[in-house]
């Protein structure tokens, strides 16, 4: 599957954002599992190093708080060449105060730092986070983008 040959060339690379625009909800949940799989081969690798970035209980959006407990407890650390994931199934849980709060990081991405956003339409990204990041568009289990393009 292309899927699990992007995630690879992913792990491959030393960080940098990314947007992926998806038409089936269990795509995002295969591509969780092959990061997992990919990037980290020990189980506490996975839980210092993974976060999935998600509203907090009784919210539908992504605070600003979250945003700034992020940057404290991961992107301040280095682990011996452990790459770092923030994932997040649905940038539109985004609010324009917490987007503004991550913009900062995306733009300079700290080294083996992986930003991994997904949403159903790029065009609802805002224009400042889709501008620092590659834009990757899944269709039928398929990627619309050449291995080569990063």
Known sequence: MQIDLIVKKLSKLKGGSFIIE???????DLIKDDILDTFYTKKYERDLNFFELSPEKDSMEI?????RELKKR???KA???TPIVIFNKNI???????ANAL??????????TFFIFFTTSAFKVISTIKSRSRI??????????SLDDF
């Open 103 to 112: 913009l900062k990081v995306t733009e300079e991405t700290p080294l083996n």
């Open 63 to 67: 605070s600003v708080s979250q945003i």
């Open 136 to 145: 990757l568009k899944i269709s039928n289990n398929d990627l619309s983008v």
């Open 22 to 28: 998806y038409r089936n909800k269990e795509d995002v």
């Open 79 to 81: 682990i011996e060449e």
């Open 74 to 76: 991961f992107l301040h």
């Open 92 to 98: 539109a849980s985004l609010n324009n105060n917490s």
